[in-house]
């Protein structure tokens, strides 16, 4: 069973009882920063062993005969070489963000399981290997994209112009806010995808988080931001949103206490996590490896959260202290 994301190739290999993931790197295979990966994938798994049971598994590559972590092998079809690791198999399913009280339950096992990867992330030592750029530098995103401020330009009239100015608005506005965030907050390494796709839960127990190829330093509430992000971004305006944040919170306080700065920077630090995905994606546009859908998505995306920000930014602060604080 063969899986694709944007960057990367995932099949399944069974051998006799044993059952494994094999990973092959495709447009972002930077050997600096695969290497960054898998060291942290080592020092995070030898983290996590020293707690019993460990709270769940990561993707830590199975060593090769040769005593390396990756391997390269020549595509038959295009003869490009690859970069390429083999994982064991984590089992779970990946949780589905709603408002019952199981996916509720879940929500907030998600949290925990976060607080908890934080944590141990935060003893990872992983000085001297280049690592991904952070969120603040935009212009580090895609190298097709290297002034984040120019970027909406680049689309030329595909965007309609009062989208544009509106966007543009939005992104001068979350790069001076972000620079003194990042000066500002506790920093460390963060996963820095932390969506649904990557995690894998059996109920409520998180068994498995997976993707580390966005690790890097940030501040360390980055990935709350990402989380909330994902878990309420289809119910922003309905109401439904709130539960999920509460939720979402409940579950990070259980292990990590936030400072209040951290979490009154969350609004502008989901925004910078959307706009780091929109100059990926205009990278990818303008390098023919994706549709102009993908752009627009995000384009609209921001539109949205800034909206909605601009309607109801104090009471989702509000929100996250109550429920990080009860």
């Known amino acids: 069973m063969d899986h694709g994301g944007y960057n990367n190739k995932l099949s399944r290999v069974d051998a006799g009882n044993e059952h494994f993931v094999l990973r092959v790197y495709g447009n972002h295979a930077n050997p600096k920063f695969i290497q960054h990966e898998l060291s942290v994938l ?52 990946n949780p589905t963000p709603g408002n019952t009280p199981d ?33 603040n530098e935009l212009g580090r995103i895609h190298p097709l994209v290297p002034d984040p401020l120019e970027a909406l330009g680049s689309l030329g009239t595909l965007v309609p112009r009062h989208k ?33 796709g990557n995690i894998l839960m059996d109920g409520t127990q998180v068994t498995g988080i997976l993707d580390f190829e966005n690790c890097a330093v940030n501040p360390r509430v980055m990935d709350v931001a990402i989380a909330l992000d994902m878990w309420s971004w289809d119910a922003l305006g309905s109401g439904q949103e709130w539960p999920r944040i509460e939720a979402m919170c409940r579950g990070v306080a259980q292990v990590l206490k936030l400072h209040d700065e951290e979490i009154e920077a969350i609004p502008t630090l989901i925004l910078l996590r959307n706009a780091s995905v929109l100059m990926h994606v205009i990278g990818r546009f303008t390098g023919n490896l994706s549709p102009y859908v993908d752009v627009e998505m995000w384009l609209d995306a921001m539109l949205n959260i800034d909206a909605w920000l601009s309607l109801y930014r104090k009471r989702f602060v509000d929100c996250m202290s109550m429920a990080m604080s009860a």
């Open 103 to 135: 996916q509720l339950a879940q929500t907030t096992a998600a949290g925990k399981g976060l607080a908890t990867l934080l944590l141990a992330l935060s003893k990872v030592n992983v000085q001297g290997i280049a690592s991904p750029p952070p969120y």
């Open 164 to 196: 544009r100015n509106r966007l543009q608005a939005v992104i001068e506005e979350v790069v001076d806010e972000a620079e003194q965030y990042f000066k500002q907050l506790p920093r460390q390494l963060v996963h820095g995808d932390f969506i649904t």
């Open 42 to 93: 080592m020092g995070l798994n030898q983290q996590l062993k020293k707690q019993s049971p460990p709270p769940f598994q990561v993707p830590v590559p199975v060593i090769t005969k040769r005593g390396e972590l990756w391997t390269l092998a020549v595509d038959s079809q295009t003869g490009a070489r690859q970069l390429m690791v083999l994982i064991p198999f984590i089992s779970g399913q």
